[in-house]
């Protein structure tokens, strides 16, 4: 079963507008941390907020915004007056703290399939 | 810049061949991830190692194999390729490999298999 689904997958835009990137998890863990990145033309990946199941206060840097609800497994992104340079695949990914064999927690990302933004000037 | 780095950016090789991937992580990141990303799969976890020993597993083939050395920088090796292991490797690093950590990806390799 998908653990992060990313319904979108593909969003256009005229720059200026808000756009909202969304992301629905499934995990039985109460404990997990869930992630956005970010990946444009050029390739990368670029870690843009990180938010740990406790905390669901939403978080505000510049431009972005997250928007946490336990309520409906949801973690979505949005960004307020787009510009063109923020084009780009965005993924939602999701860390579960299982115990591994030797007593260790894993750190493994488990990703949703990218939403594809292209802002248009 | 997240100071991870991969080499080679870019390479094309023949099914059949072996290849290796090398990754430096950040410094101070004792734990380095290994991940696949493709237009069939998307992004996949495929290995993770922390201070030279094997952490976790994912979906990585019995062709494919990894290490860390003791300079902390890995290696993930891809042999008997195929046409379908075209895709973009990312390695990540982590200060311990934790869940509470971030992993910051390097720039990744893209592999071609003709």
């Known amino acids: 079963a998908q653990k992060v689904t990313q319904a979108q997958t593909e969003i256009s835009v005229v720059e200026k507008e808000d756009v909202t990137l969304d992301c629905v998890y499934e995990?039985?863990?109460?404990?997990?941390?869930l992630f956005w990145y970010k990946q444009p033309p050029s390739g990368e990946l670029v870690f843009l907020i990180r938010?740990?199941?406790?905390?669901?206060q939403n978080e505000i840097s510049g431009r972005y915004s997250w928007n946490f609800q336990k309520s409906t497994s949801s973690f979505n992104f949005t960004i307020t007056a787009s510009q063109v340079v923020d084009s780009a695949v965005y993924f939602c990914?999701?860390?579960?703290?299982?115990?591994?064999?030797?007593?260790?927690?894993?750190?493994?990302?488990?990703f949703g399939r990218g939403t594809q933004l292209t802002v248009w000037p | 810049d997240s100071g991870v780095t991969q080499t080679p950016k870019h390479l094309i090789t023949a099914t059949g061949q072996r290849v290796t991937l090398r990754c430096s992580p950040r410094?101070?990141?004792?734990?380095v991830y290994w991940y696949q990303q493709s237009l069939d799969q998307g992004l996949q976890f495929l290995i993770q190692?922390?201070?030279?020993?094997?952490?976790a597993k994912g979906n990585i083939l019995e062709r494919f194999s990894a290490q860390q050395f003791p300079d902390l920088h890995s290696e993930l090796n891809l042999s008997s390729l195929e046409l379908g292991d075209s895709a973009l490797y990312f390695c990540?690093?982590?200060?311990?490999?934790?869940?509470?950590?971030?992993?910051?990806f390097g720039p990744g390799t893209r592999l071609t298999v003709l």
């Open positions: 938010r740990n199941s406790f905390d669901e």
């Open positions: 995990t039985r863990d109460t404990t997990y941390y």
């Open positions: 990914a999701l860390s579960e703290a299982r115990t591994a064999d030797r007593g260790s927690t894993l750190g493994r990302l488990y």
């Open positions: 990540a690093s982590s200060r311990d490999g934790g869940v509470t950590d971030t992993q910051y």
């Open positions: 190692y922390y201070n030279g020993e094997e952490r």
């Open positions: 410094s101070g990141d004792l734990s």
